[in-house]
Nanobody, 117 residues
Framework: QVRVVESGGGLVQPGGSLRISCASSGGIFSTKGMAWYRQASEKPREWVARVSPGGGADYADSVKGRSTISRDNAKTTVYLQIHSLQPEDTAVYYC???????????WGQGTQVTVSS
């Protein structure tokens, strides 16, 4: 059974940086595309960034240029670092895994990121 578990959220001041992590267990991590989504209060969930099994990365315009998604296949973990955080980045950040073999999808429980002074 595949599980993904986020960690590293918290309270950050505007202009600060944060790195959140997603640890995956079960299955073959290197065959999974990994992504981050976020959902602010009373708003729909939105895609933030993704990294392919080969390491190629894409970013939503809202975080492009100030974010880095990376994966460590040895640790079966994906990271998202965001700089220059603003209150509008406040949301629950969710990790998403999808197998490139059978397209099975898995979601984590989310980690809260709050940007406030």
């Amino acid at each position: 059974q595949v599980r993904v578990v986020e960690s590293g959220g918290g309270l950050v001041q505007p202009g600060g940086s944060l790195r959140i992590s997603c640890a995956s267990s079960g299955g073959i991590f290197s065959t999974k595309g990994m992504a981050w989504y976020r959902q602010a209060s009373e708003k729909p969930r939105e895609w933030v960034a993704r990294v392919s099994p080969g390491g190629g990365a894409d970013y939503a315009d809202s975080v492009k240029g100030r974010s880095t998604i990376s994966r460590d296949n040895a640790k079966t973990t994906v990271y998202l670092q965001i700089h220059s955080l603003q209150p509008e980045d406040t949301a629950v950040y969710y990790c998403h895994a999808q197998s490139v073999r059978n397209y099975a999808e898995y979601w984590g429980q989310g980690t809260q990121v709050t940007v406030s002074s």
